[in-house]
């Protein structure tokens, strides 16, 4: 299972800024929860983009990710 930080940071770099839809469901039920039900849950079965989605997320590594943050001299918070 994924942690919340790590879901935040996934989810942050594969959905479109300001998405209502999927900020309002990361504010419901958490970023992990979100995570793991684009992945394996059917919640989200009849979304549009569940597949592109899907896909995105498995290939995002989060070292890579975390590197990229520190080269661009920014930072992410963590909410745990």
């Known amino acids: 299972m994924i942690d919340e930080n790590e879901a935040r940071l996934k989810l942050f ?6 998405d209502p839809f ?5 504010a419901s039920i958490g970023a ?5 039900e684009i ?6 079965l009849k979304h549009d ?3 592109w989605l899907q ?3 498995l290939s995002l590594d989060r070292s890579k990710l975390l590197d990229e943050i520190d ?7 963590n909410f745990t």
């Open 71 to 77: 080269k661009a001299n920014a930072e992410i918070r």
């Open 13 to 18: 770099v594969s959905i479109p800024p300001a």
């Open 22 to 26: 999927w900020s309002h469901e990361v």
């Open 39 to 44: 992945l394996g849950g059917s919640r989200y």
């Open 32 to 36: 992990a929860a979100v995570y793991e």
């Open 55 to 57: 896909n995105d997320l």
């Open 49 to 51: 983009d569940l597949s």
